[in-house]
Structures are given as C-alpha cells and as structure tokens.
C-alpha cells in the first residue's frame, strides 16, 4: 500500500546521463530506507506500487521545491576528536550533513578515543547513536599493542574493519611494525578468518 512509501519531488533531481538534472520522484520504501524506483514521467504509477488514486497517490509526495535532490555522499575517512573543546560527533555530522554526506566511516587517525579496544568502540557507537545526524561506522585501530586479539577486536566490537599505518600519522596513533602486521595476517590466514584491513 502507499503508506509504505514516501515520495520526493523536486525539479532538479541529478539523475544519471543523459537525463542529468531533471524534474523527477523517487519513491523510499521507508522500512528499508531504499529508493526503489525512480519516476520522470509526471503521473505516471508503477504497477508493483498498486493501483490508487492520483489524489492518493500525491498524499504520499514530498517536495523540496527548486532545491537539487541527489543521492547522499559517503565519507570513509573521516575522524572525529570527540571533545567539547574541538568537535563533538554532533557537530562533525552537522557539518558533514550539510553538505550532501549521509554515510561517515571514522578511521582512527586523529579521532579521540581511537578505538583500539573492544571497550572504545562500543563507547563510541554509544555517544554516536545519541548525537550523531548522519549514518555512521567506525574503523577499530590494528597497533603493535593489539594485532594478536585483533580478529576479536573486529568480530566483537561492531567495527566495520580495521586500519593500521606504517608510519606514524599523527601524534597519538602509532605505526604497527612489519613483523607484527606479517604476524597478524599469519594468524588470519591459520584461523582462515576474513578481516577487512584499511592501509
């Protein structure tokens, strides 16, 4: 039924080409939160969206007016220094929101706490999930201190992988060694565990 689905309409939709910025609706089942099927031909229902009225059908629609509607961007490195000082998750994502990200992915580069335990990711998911305007997922740390429980460290903490550096980025995350990320496949690859790794 319509209900399920909610519609967005603008004039300037930025579709692929050839059609580029064109007046359009895209119809979100909201459960999944998916675009299931785009319209440019004013009027016209798809069959699988069932038969209704036309007034019943514009109950469902929601228009942005002459603003450009487009797909959210995705930031996949990003970090944030959680800090009432500096940034909060808060304020980072408003930021980030308004310009069109509506997925950010926290690498553990300057990001506080960096999320080299079980214990600082789930932390930061917690003061995240309250104050956070976007979607969001958090890298967890691989260290010299970590690599041996770090298949734990991504199976139970939530973190969507890991990262590691071989330099020294920044000042509060050190590089891991060769010896020990050569340790740390080794065992991935004995307990045949599939881990993504970000370099």
């Not at 440019?40 to 002459?66: A, C, M, N, R, W």
């Not at 970090?79 to 808060?90: F, H, K, L, M, V």
């Not at 958090?138 to 970590?146: E, G, K, P, Q, R």
Request: net charge negative; with cysteine; glycine share 6%.
């Amino acid at each position: 039924a319509m209900e399920n689905y909610i519609g967005l309409r603008s004039k300037r939709v930025l579709l692929p080409e050839p059609l580029g910025l064109s007046e359009a609706t895209l119809f979100i089942e909201k459960e999944r939160g998916t675009i299931i099927y785009i319209q440019t031909f004013p009027h016209y229902i798809p069959e699988y969206l069932e038969q209704v009225t036309i007034e019943d059908y514009e109950d469902y629609i929601l228009s942005p007016g002459k603003k450009i509607l487009f797909l959210g961007l995705v930031d996949i490195n990003t970090s944030i220094n959680d800090s009432e000082e500096w940034e909060t998750y808060g304020t980072a994502s408003k930021a980030a929101v308004s310009g069109g990200v509506t997925l950010m992915v926290e690498k553990p580069l300057i990001a506080n706490p960096l999320g080299k335990s079980i214990h600082e990711i789930k932390d930061k998911m917690h003061k995240a999930q309250h104050n956070i305007w976007t979607d969001f997922g958090f890298m967890a740390a691989l260290t010299n201190d970590n690599y041996a429980k770090a298949q734990n460290l991504y199976s139970e903490s939530g973190a969507l992988g890991l990262s590691c550096y071989f330099n020294q980025p920044s000042y509060n995350l050190e590089e891991i060694s060769t010896e020990n990320f050569d340790a740390f496949i080794e065992l991935m690859e004995k307990e045949e565990v599939e881990v993504p790794v970000f370099i």
